[in-house]
């Protein structure tokens, strides 16, 4: 999905594989290709956080020299990758975005980073992200706001947004995000990339830095739907250091990648398309793609799932709950930043969180607090528990007849730094259609469908039954296909220029 140009860094990860392997390329080069990319366009995105060079370099030169003996190399050796910095990585600083733990560099690393660097995956660097990835457009890091290589006027979506605009802007070839309410999926859209959550559980949560550990995916940033596969393949399977974690092996989701969709039941939420506040642009976009998989051979028909306009209120008391217990241990006495003011330990506990939380992590907090606390637990977190599982029962009852459920990714094309921060329900909004595959634990896909008039790109969101990514994977391989888009950012045209 991306043009082959002269760097190396515009280049999908199979394309660069195949190169590798028939040592027309090393991965050296294809370091050095990401490096002169990040020193071109990243003090105008901001997309990394932290840069990791030096182990960078090292890593390729070690695949060099295993290719250059004959030595077998995964499909993602060589390849360069960034983190979204709430993954842990061992000995590598690791913020989560927030000042509350600028200083801390983890003891571990994350299940996904340990299996990747165990394939000679190489870490160019950390991406910033919304803190402790509560946001929908990345503008509530501590640090700084991420830019859209589309519009830097613009934001990249959230929270996950330095990680989907480094890819975007081929800083590197694929990434890794998270998803909670659509962190992936969101920012893929608005950035014009292939993001990918799993199924809950498909990958291990070890090591990545808590927001709302039932909601919580780690996901997938890359160019096209092939990659997505190859980088799933890498890092899906159990661990049993994840209570959560499926108890299903690794597998290659390439296989039957390519098998065409002719047959298959998709069901289009109707309900979704219509709803106030979706672009026409964005609509137009959706159905254009819709009537393609028809054409594919898909039948296609409307779908309904009842209780999902409930999904967003019910998300924001489940994930608020979720978040103030898991940020309780931020109290400025085993790790990170600690606050020098206080006369005793309540009062340096309590200004270390004021001063080293940002207002929507505060917020967030103050609201789950609220939710779980004596008296209101039934009425607000109980009853959001409830809707939850009637979600569930509707994506159940829906998968009876469909295949697959598709929709809009997002409601609209990214919107402007500060537009919506001062609105937090406008914010909010930003989710609504990717926050139901949350709470049901779905597998679901965003790929590029288009261009807005405003050359801003369009996400279409592909939902599929539990465990079943093949399928999703299948789906969002044979639309890109037939759209056959070729997605640059004017930002890199800018650079050719």
């Given at each position: 999905?991306?043009?082959?140009?002269?760097?190396?860094?515009?280049?999908?990860?199979?394309?660069?594989?195949?190169?590798?392997?028939?040592?027309?390329?090393?991965?050296?080069?294809?370091?050095?290709?990401?490096?002169?990319?990040?020193?071109?366009?990243?003090?105008?995105?901001?997309?990394?956080?932290?840069?990791?060079?030096?182990?960078?370099?090292?890593?390729?030169?070690?695949?060099?020299?295993?290719?250059?003996?004959?030595?077998?190399?995964?499909?993602?050796?060589?390849?360069?990758?960034?983190?979204?910095?709430?993954?842990?990585?061992?000995?590598?600083?690791?913020?989560?975005?927030?000042?509350?733990?600028?200083?801390?560099?983890?003891?571990?690393?994350?299940?996904?980073?340990?299996?990747?660097?165990?394939?000679?995956?190489?870490?160019?660097?950390?991406?910033?992200?919304?803190?402790?990835?509560?946001?929908?457009?990345?503008?509530?890091?501590?640090?700084?706001?991420?830019?859209?290589?589309?519009?830097?006027?613009?934001?990249?979506?959230?929270?996950?947004?330095?990680?989907?605009?480094?890819?975007?802007?081929?800083?590197?070839?694929?990434?890794?995000?998270?998803?909670?309410?659509?962190?992936?999926?969101?920012?893929?859209?608005?950035?014009?990339?292939?993001?990918?959550?799993?199924?809950?559980?498909?990958?291990?949560?070890?090591?990545?830095?808590?927001?709302?550990?039932?909601?919580?995916?780690?996901?997938?940033?890359?160019?096209?739907?092939?990659?997505?596969?190859?980088?799933?393949?890498?890092?899906?399977?159990?661990?049993?250091?994840?209570?959560?974690?499926?108890?299903?092996?690794?597998?290659?989701?390439?296989?039957?990648?390519?098998?065409?969709?002719?047959?298959?039941?998709?069901?289009?939420?109707?309900?979704?398309?219509?709803?106030?506040?979706?672009?026409?642009?964005?609509?137009?976009?959706?159905?254009?793609?819709?009537?393609?998989?028809?054409?594919?051979?898909?039948?296609?028909?409307?779908?309904?799932?009842?209780?999902?306009?409930?999904?967003?209120?019910?998300?924001?008391?489940?994930?608020?709950?979720?978040?103030?217990?898991?940020?309780?241990?931020?109290?400025?006495?085993?790790?990170?930043?600690?606050?020098?003011?206080?006369?005793?330990?309540?009062?340096?506990?309590?200004?270390?969180?004021?001063?080293?939380?940002?207002?929507?992590v505060k917020r967030r907090i103050m609201l789950g607090t609220y939710s779980l606390s004596a008296g209101y637990y039934e009425a607000y977190y109980g009853q959001a528990q409830k809707v939850r599982t009637l979600v569930i029962r509707d994506y159940e009852r829906a998968f009876e007849r469909f295949d697959l459920l598709v929709s809009p990714t997002s409601p609209t094309t990214a919107f402007r730094l500060g537009e919506k921060s001062g609105d937090p329900l406008a914010m909010y909004l930003s989710?609504?259609?990717?926050?139901?595959?949350?709470?049901?634990?779905?597998?679901?896909?965003?790929?590029?469908?288009?261009?807005?008039?405003?050359?801003?790109?369009?996400?279409?969101?592909?939902?599929?039954?539990?465990?079943?990514?093949?399928?999703?994977?299948?789906?969002?391989?044979?639309?890109?296909?037939?759209?056959?888009?070729?997605?640059?950012?004017?930002?890199?045209?800018?650079?050719?220029?």
């Amino acid at each position: 999905m991306s043009e082959a140009t002269g760097e190396l860094c515009d280049r999908s990860a199979f394309e660069l594989a195949a190169l590798l392997r028939s040592r027309e390329a090393s991965a050296s080069e294809l370091v050095d290709s990401a490096y002169r990319r990040i020193a071109e366009v990243d003090d105008r995105l901001s997309a990394f956080l932290l840069l990791n060079e030096e182990d960078a370099r090292n890593t390729a030169a070690r695949v060099d020299d295993d290719l250059g003996r004959g030595v077998y190399s995964p499909a993602v050796a060589g390849i360069p990758l960034a983190l979204k910095d709430v993954l842990c990585t061992k000995g590598i600083r690791t913020t989560a975005g927030s000042k509350i733990l600028e200083p801390y560099i983890p003891p571990y690393s994350c299940t996904p980073w340990e299996r990747l660097a165990a394939s000679r995956s190489v870490l160019v660097g950390k991406t910033n992200c919304d803190e402790f990835a509560m946001g929908s457009s990345n503008e509530n890091s501590a640090f700084r706001p991420v830019r859209n290589p589309w519009n830097l006027e613009t934001v990249p979506g959230g929270s996950s947004g330095g990680s989907a605009a480094a890819v975007a802007a081929g800083e590197a070839v694929w990434a890794l995000g998270t998803d909670t309410g659509g962190s992936v999926r969101q920012p893929a859209a608005l950035c014009g990339v292939v993001g990918m959550k799993p199924t809950y559980g498909r990958i291990s949560r070890y090591g990545l830095i808590a927001f709302a550990s039932s909601l919580d995916h780690v996901a997938t940033f890359t160019r096209d739907v092939r990659d997505a596969a190859t980088l799933l393949s890498a890092i899906a399977g159990h661990d049993p250091r994840d209570a959560t974690s499926l108890p299903e092996g690794p597998r290659d989701y390439t296989e039957g990648l390519e098998g065409g969709i002719r047959g298959l039941r998709i069901g289009v939420i109707e309900g979704w398309l219509e709803m106030d506040g979706v672009q026409p642009a964005v609509r137009d976009s959706v159905r254009a793609a819709i009537d393609r998989l028809e054409r594919l051979g898909a039948s296609v028909e409307p779908a309904e799932l009842p209780h999902a306009d409930y999904a967003l209120s019910a998300y924001y008391l489940i994930a608020p709950a979720e978040c103030s217990s898991n940020l309780a241990r931020y109290d400025g006495v085993r790790y990170g930043y600690r606050s020098e003011d206080g006369e005793d330990v309540v009062q340096m506990n309590m200004r270390t969180r004021g001063e080293g939380f940002g207002d929507e992590v505060k917020r967030r907090i103050m609201l789950g607090t609220y939710s779980l606390s004596a008296g209101y637990y039934e009425a607000y977190y109980g009853q959001a528990q409830k809707v939850r599982t009637l979600v569930i029962r509707d994506y159940e009852r829906a998968f009876e007849r469909f295949d697959l459920l598709v929709s809009p990714t997002s409601p609209t094309t990214a919107f402007r730094l500060g537009e919506k921060s001062g609105d937090p329900l406008a914010m909010y909004l930003s989710d609504i259609f990717t926050i139901p595959s949350n709470l049901s634990g779905t597998p679901a896909i965003s790929v590029p469908c288009g261009l807005a008039p405003d050359g801003l790109p369009v996400g279409f969101q592909i939902m599929g039954r539990l465990r079943d990514e093949a399928t999703v994977l299948r789906v969002g391989r044979a639309l890109e296909q037939d759209l056959g888009l070729i997605l640059r950012p004017p930002l890199l045209d800018a650079l050719a220029a």
